[in-house]
Antibody
Framework: EVQLVESGGGSVQPGGSLRLSCAAS????????MHWVRQAPGKGLVWVSR????????GYPDSVKGRFTISRDNAKNTLYLQMNSLRAEDTAVYYC????????????WGQGTLVSVSS | QSVLTQPPSVSAAPGQKVTISCSGS????????VSWYQQLPGTAPKLIIY???KRPSGIPDRFSGSKSGTSATLGITGLQTGDEADYYC???????????FGGGTKLTVL
């Protein structure tokens, strides 16, 4: 059974940093691209970042580029999101998601971890 | 506001059919596959349609997807109260180099 379990969320002050983790199991983690997607309270889904299977290629929207860094440890079956210079508008539930082999969708999602940025 | 446009809400009675539209442009829907996600209250999104019209294993055939030009549509027939959820379309934008999601549509089964 495919499982994705996020952790590392919490409360942080504006300008602070946080690192999220996503532990993967039930599939060959090193064979799949992975994504982070966030959802602000009461709002829609917003893509945050993606990484290819060996970690050599990453992508970000302009809203987080230069502040967030996605990475992975295939030996530990774990995906990470390092978030720096956090802003109030980064407050959201952060989901990790597996990109399907077709490359056009995310076929499995974790349960999410809440990040709250406030003073 | 999202690059992909969805109606904020739709509603229909149990047993009826509903459609949810997702409008984009040539750089996203017009040139890439569309997927649809169902998000039940308080839960993570779940893939229900991929590659425009395909259903993952376990998704009933009451759910269907289609695409024409720069728009996509999710259809749900035989509505059940358990279908009440937020539905999101998603695709890749070749110009932005980004994954896009629609703003979401809240389905109410009256």
């Amino acid at each position: 059974e495919v499982q994705l379990v996020e952790s590392g969320g919490g409360s942080v002050q504006p300008g602070g940093s946080l690192r999220l983790s996503c532990a993967a199991s039930g599939f060959t983690f090193s064979s799949y691209w992975m994504h982070w997607v966030r959802q602000a309270p009461g709002k829609g889904l917003v893509w945050v970042s993606r990484i290819n299977s060996d970690g050599s290629t990453t992508g970000y929207p302009d809203s987080v580029k230069g502040r967030f860094t996605i990475s992975r440890d295939n030996a530990k079956n774990t995906l990470y999101l390092q978030m720096n210079s956090l802003r109030a508008e980064d407050t959201a539930v952060y989901y990790c998601a597996r990109e399907s082999k077709s490359g056009s969708d995310s076929d499995y999602w974790g349960q999410g971890t809440l990040v709250s940025v406030s003073s | 506001q999202s690059v992909l446009t969805q109606p904020p809400s739709v509603s229909a009675a149990p047993g009826q059919k509903v459609t949810i539209s997702c409008s984009g442009s040539s750089s996203n829907i017009g040139s890439n596959y569309v997927s649809w996600y169902q998000q039940l209250p308080g839960t993570a999104p779940k893939l229900i349609i991929y590659d425009n019209y395909k259903r993952p294993s376990g998704i009933p055939d009451r759910f269907s997807g289609s695409k024409s030009g720069t728009s996509a549509t999710l259809g749900i027939t035989g509505l059940q109260t358990g279908d009440e959820a937020d539905y999101y379309c998603g695709t890749w934008d070749s110009s932005l180099g980004a994954v896009l999601f629609g703003g979401g549509t809240k389905l109410t089964v009256l």
